[in-house]
């Protein structure tokens, strides 16, 4: 009897996730695409065949690869396909109906044609190496075609966010005002509330970025208040803070201010995408099926630790598909993450423990729409992997109210010596009385003359703005030479320099600085 290995694959991960435009809306993208990538699983499993990829039971990428007997396999597939397909159907049908909304022949066609579903079938080639790079080149055919299901609509309005359906959904509670959505736009809108009365508990305990930052600030007794919260109530004592006015508020909200603002921090925070380097390459070098499982569950392992130790740093895990990863995180996180992040996937063993990811950041204030900022993220991540061949490597962006500043692009070096320079920097700044001023004068100079300066030159001119900036004078040569010796480590770049500079400023300023009396247990 001869074995046929089938690739299976639920996509686009951007399809399921991108098209949102509040942090739930995100995130039950997210879990809608996990949920069915198990059932894809349990479905294979069900009948017989051996999950090579993914090995963990829980772990969900949406790309399987399974081995089955070859007379099956094809039968497999299909049935596999119209599982899933049915699966999203019978979801949006109870989600909508809970909403109290009837569920039409529209909605169902707009649902049925919603998923990108692809296999292909390889028939065993003596080697599990041969066979793998067979079915990657039959998948990347096929997905080449650009192959689509046409949905007939009558003209009518599209849905805000997929616009490739008409908005079907114009009135309901959980809409903005003149907002419309399609099928799958409201199934995701109202997901959460349909799953809690299912399964008697929440999907996500942090319902908004603002909510996620407010968490992160606020001392441990004000957590039974936060609970108490909604997501607009969040956004109100950030207005409250910085514009020292809001909407109006009831009296619980005002009491919740005037007990807690002093540790309300900064409105702007951090979303991470993060990806493994050449981990595609690594399954074609294996050469068992058993060395396949084997990269497949350290990987799934990584996963599982990477999503605790965001949310341990009060961030939120969006994705954990093996060693692909989306998060949000409060700014003075990202460079406790990140780094831990690092070092984690560097110990995988299967990997020779040199295993790197690559990561693109964008800062933003909590405010700004979600869909162009996943974008961009994702155009940032693919700008650090093309530094060069090994990548290892980091961009990062800030949209700042004056626009998007220049991404910097830079390998994370040993130990992220290289991404802790940033941080370096930040703290340099952040002792500066007048770090704002300091530093625009300093980038306003060496733009003038960054063709000509040498270090002796870059030394001299950063020596005297810091003697009129530096609180105590002892600081000085401290910190020239924390400046020169990023200077060198950017090997001697003016430009990159300069980028650091701006956005370290920017960070200096808006990162929230723990104060000692929030880390006191109260």
Not at 21 to 40: E, F, P
């Amino acid at each position: 009897m001869h074995n046929s290995f089938i690739l299976f694959t639920i996509g686009s991960v951007q399809q399921f996730i991108e098209p949102s435009r509040k942090l739930k809306d995100l995130y039950v993208g997210s879990y809608l695409l996990s949920h069915l990538a198990i059932k894809t699983k349990n479905f294979f499993e069900n009948n017989n065949a051996t999950i090579i990829i993914p090995t963990s039971p829980t772990d969900a990428p949406n790309r399987l690869v399974v081995s089955c007997a070859s007379e099956k396999a094809l039968v497999l597939a299909k049935e596999a396909e119209n599982v899933i397909q049915q699966e999203l159907i019978t979801i949006g049908k109870a989600v909508i109906e809970y909403t109290q909304e009837n569920f039409t022949v529209e909605m169902e066609e707009q649902l049925k044609s919603f998923l990108d579903i692809h296999w292909v079938i390889e028939q065993e080639q003596g080697d599990f190496q041969t066979t793998y790079k067979n079915l990657l080149q039959q998948m990347h055919r096929i997905k080449h075609t650009r192959t689509f299901v046409q949905i007939n609509e009558k003209a009518a309005r599209k849905c805000d966010l997929y616009e490739q359906y008409n908005g079907l959904f114009k009135q309901h509670s959980s809409l903005k005002e003149n907002e419309t959505l399609s099928a799958i736009a409201f199934i995701k809108r109202n997901f959460d509330r349909w799953f809690k009365s299912e399964n008697k508990e929440p999907l996500l305990n942090v319902s908004s970025v603002a909510y996620m930052l407010l968490k992160s600030y606020l001392p441990q007794k004000a957590e039974r208040s936060l609970l108490e919260l909604k997501d607009e109530h969040s956004e109100l004592l950030f207005n409250l803070k910085y514009q020292k006015t809001a909407l109006v508020v009831d009296e619980n909200i005002h009491q919740l201010y005037e007990e807690y603002g002093e540790y309300i921090g900064s409105p702007y925070y951090a979303i991470v995408k993060l990806d493994g380097d050449g981990i595609g390459t690594k399954y074609q070098e294996v050469n068992t099926m058993q060395q396949a499982k084997g990269l497949s569950r350290a990987i799934s392992d990584f996963s599982k630790k990477a999503k605790k130790m965001i949310e341990e740093q009060e961030g939120i895990c969006i994705f954990a598909g093996g060693e692909d990863i989306l998060a949000f995180l409060p700014i003075h996180q990202i460079f406790q993450v990140l780094p831990a992040l690092i070092k984690e996937f560097g110990q995988i063993k299967e990997l020779n423990s040199k295993g790197t990811l690559s990561a693109g950041i964008i800062i933003s204030h909590f405010m700004t729409p979600l869909k162009p900022l996943l974008k961009e993220v994702e155009r940032l991540e693919s700008y650090a992997k093309a530094i060069d061949d090994e990548k290892a490597a980091f961009s990062m962006s800030i949209i700042k109210r004056s626009g998007l500043t220049t991404p910097i692009r830079m390998k994370f070096g040993e130990d992220c010596q290289n991404f802790n320079l940033l941080k370096k920097l930040v703290d340099a700044l952040q002792q500066q009385q007048n770090s704002n001023s300091f530093v625009h004068k300093l980038i306003a100079t060496l733009s003038e003359i960054k063709d000509v300066i040498t270090e002796d030159m870059l030394t001299l001119l950063i020596r005297k703005q810091l003697k009129n900036s530096v609180v105590e004078e002892q600081l000085v040569e401290q910190q020239v030479s924390t400046f020169i010796s990023i200077y060198r480590q950017v090997n001697k770049e003016m430009d990159v320099f300069l980028q650091l500079l701006e956005q370290s400023t920017f960070l200096a300023r808006t990162m929230w600085e723990e104060k000692q009396e929030v880390n006191v247990n109260v």
